[in-house]
Nanobody, 126 residues
């Protein structure tokens, strides 16, 4: 079992930046696939980015490619999402999720992930 806690959300103006953190406890999750998802009001939760094992295996939604960067620090048991050039449409609750078996399922699918954090709110004003 692993517990995930997100932090770093907040209110930022369009064009600004935020860095979200996902801290894991209960188990070392360096071998896990970790994903970021977001859910805006009235919309379904959707894939943002994921990382498997190392920085060489990173995936992004088209809507954030070139603006967001996912990374991990295994020594700190943490995964980060650096968000630059933020837009109002990035406003959502952001969740991190972990999958202990990276070879199972699509990293873009919610159902692939076994563990979820409680979410952190990101609001981008225009």
């Amino acid at each position: 079992q692993v517990q995930l806690v997100e932090s770093g959300g907040g209110l930022v103006q369009a064009g600004g930046s935020l860095r979200l953190s996902c801290a894991a406890s209960g188990r070392t999750f360096s071998s896990y696939a970790v994903g970021w998802f977001r859910q805006a009001p009235g919309k379904e939760r959707s894939f943002v980015a994921s990382i498997i094992w190392s920085d060489a295996w990173r995936y992004y939604a088209d809507s954030v490619k070139g603006r967001f960067t996912i990374s991990r620090d295994n020594a700190k048991n943490a995964v980060y999402l650096q968000m630059n050039s933020l837009k109002p449409e990035d406003t959502a609750v952001y969740y991190c999720a972990a999958n202990p078996n990276p070879s199972s399922g699509s990293v873009r699918s919610l159902s692939t992930y076994d563990f979820w954090g409680q979410g952190t709110q990101v609001t981008v004003s225009s």
